[in-house]
């Protein structure tokens, strides 16, 4: 079973650049609040590595979309939790990226 990504767990876009996740989520998991599908939007990335501006590649800055890894039935507030199989979107990186998850940062807590 996948596990429920919080604020501590580990997610990067497809360039090594280092997503920052916040969440206000009041479900808590290790003592971190549990990721939202509708908080993506909100999320900076630093560090990515597309950088080639001759080949007309700009570098991801934050998150636009979830396409996969939501929780089908685990919700906070009536959104779905994110889980460690999440796939999403850059918004600004050209061309789009991949956002994936390295680790949930704990083991504690899994869903569908």
């Given amino acids: 079973m996948p596990k429920v990504l919080t604020t501590g767990s580990t997610l990067k876009c497809a360039n090594q650049g280092k997503v920052t996740a ?23 990335i630093v560090g990515c590595m597309q950088t080639n501006a001759n080949a007309g ?6 998150g636009a979309a979830v396409s996969g890894g ?27 990226k991949t956002i994936t998850a390295s680790t949930a940062g704990h083991d504690k807590l899994s869903a569908t």
Avoid: I, R, Y
């Avoid at 939501?70 to 050209?94: F, I, Q, R």
């Fill in 70 to 96: 939501a929780a089908n039935k685990l919700t906070v507030g009536g959104v779905a939790v994110l889980l460690d199989t999440l796939a999403a979107t850059s918004k600004e990186g050209v061309p789009l």
């Fill in 57 to 62: 590649q700009v570098p991801c800055v934050s």
């Fill in 22 to 44: 916040g969440s206000a989520a009041k479900l808590l998991v290790a003592g971190k609040p549990v990721l939202l599908a509708d908080s993506v939007t909100a999320w900076g």
